[in-house]
């Protein structure tokens, strides 16, 4: 593999890039109607897509996005340097705390939130 892009379903694809632009810290390297695009680093983007969007090339073959809106079908789990920091910034751009950070077993310090679709984003660094 050369490059990796993770795409999340969404509701309101402004809201959502609005979002990401506020926690990332700075803004999409696409964003046109029907997708949004955020170079994490050279190797992986984040994508958005509207729930709409997918629903044509799923064509019924598997269950609609739309039924599980709301609902954690994701996470997306982030290493950073300070999980505090990105966790009260995630709260101010309107996200659900989910858990604050604390050193969890697997030796790092993580805290998580949900986004405005449900979809859960862990702020983590090695403990």
């Not at 958005?48 to 954690?72: A, D």
């Not at 300070?82 to 697997?106: C, H, M, N, T």
């Amino acid at each position: 593999m050369q490059k990796i892009e993770f795409i999340i379903y969404v509701k309101n694809q402004k809201i959502s890039t609005d979002f990401y632009t506020f926690i990332f810290g700075h803004e999409p390297v696409l964003n046109v109607p029907g997708m949004t695009e955020f170079q994490i680093n050279d190797f992986c983007k984040l994508g958005i897509m509207p729930e709409k969007s997918i629903e044509k090339i799923l064509e019924n073959n598997t269950p609609n996005p739309v039924s599980g809106s709301g609902i954690p079908r994701c996470e997306i789990y982030l290493m950073v340097d300070e999980p505090q920091q990105y966790f009260e910034k995630a709260l101010k751009a309107g996200a659900i705390s989910v858990s604050p950070p604390k050193a969890r077993d697997w030796n790092h310090i993580v805290a998580y939130v949900a986004d405005p679709d449900g979809h859960i984003i862990a702020f983590a660094k090695e403990n």
